[in-house]
């Protein structure tokens, strides 16, 4: 089983709202990441998970917060967020939380998020 | 730093012929290098990627990439271009930092196989 799920596929939601995506993976990988990609750009990186702790912040704002329950999901959480805060955001995960980046990314379909 | 470049936009080819994507990158130490396929709407699949040893490595659904340490290239290739690899393409270098994996991803190539 090599898939990464998502949900939801789409969400739209206010800029008062507080929504969470949720990413699950069972592939035994011990890393687990967070992106944002806009229309024909490639992904940014925002959060890395290694063995359920963060280890990365791409100083992204604090409107989004992760969260890593166990070693197979992952969360974001976002609040207040902006209309420009629209993209759409990818999960991933690897096999090797530690310092070995030699190990391919698996990325989920994506949550397409709309901020009215 | 570390950087990916790819410098074609748009990569048009007809069904049958030779597909090549180009991407150099900027790394200092050894690179590690991976080419994505991104299909409309969706994630990315990896395709295939260069740790070490054999400079030509070959992928998923027939592609195959070539490292050139002189030039700083990682270009994709595929033998005969078939329409289902239109798709936005993305060549990527990866970089240790703190734990886990951070990869710089190139602008992205998108390809049009015309039948």
């Known amino acids: 089983d090599t898939e990464v799920t998502q949900t939801p596929k789409h969400l739209v939601m206010g800029m008062t709202n507080k929504k969470s995506l949720k990413c699950e993976q069972h592939m035994g990988h011990r890393a687990m990441y967070w992106y944002k990609q806009k229309a024909k750009k490639p992904p940014e990186l925002m959060f890395v998970?290694?063995?359920?702790?963060?280890?990365i912040n791409e100083s992204v704002p604090s409107r989004f917060s992760p969260e890593c329950p166990n070693s197979s999901l992952l969360n974001l959480h976002l609040h207040a967020l902006q209309p420009e805060d629209s993209a759409l955001y990818l999960c991933?995960?690897?096999?090797?939380?530690?310092?070995?980046?030699?190990?391919?990314?698996?990325f989920g379909p994506g949550t397409r998020l709309t901020v009215t | 730093a570390q950087s990916v470049a790819q410098p074609e936009d748009q990569v048009n080819v007809a069904e049958g012929n030779p597909l090549t994507v180009k991407c150099t990158y900027s790394?200092?130490?050894?690179?590690?290098l991976f080419w994505y396929v991104q299909y409309p709407n969706r994630g990315l699949q990896f395709l295939l990627k260069?740790?070490?040893?054999?400079?030509l490595v070959k992928g998923s659904y027939g592609f195959e990439a070539e490292f050139n340490k002189s030039q700083t290239s990682f270009h994709l290739k595929k033998p005969s271009a078939l329409v289902s690899d239109s798709a936005l393409y993305f060549c990527a270098v990866s970089r240790l930092k703190a734990a886990g994996n951070k990869l710089t991803f190139g602008g992205g190539t998108r390809v049009l196989v015309k039948p």
């Open positions: 790394v200092s130490g050894n690179p590690y």
């Open positions: 998970y290694s063995y359920e702790k963060l280890s």
């Open positions: 260069y740790i070490t040893g054999d400079n």
């Open positions: 991933a995960s690897s096999r090797s939380g530690g310092r070995d980046d030699s190990y391919e990314q698996y």
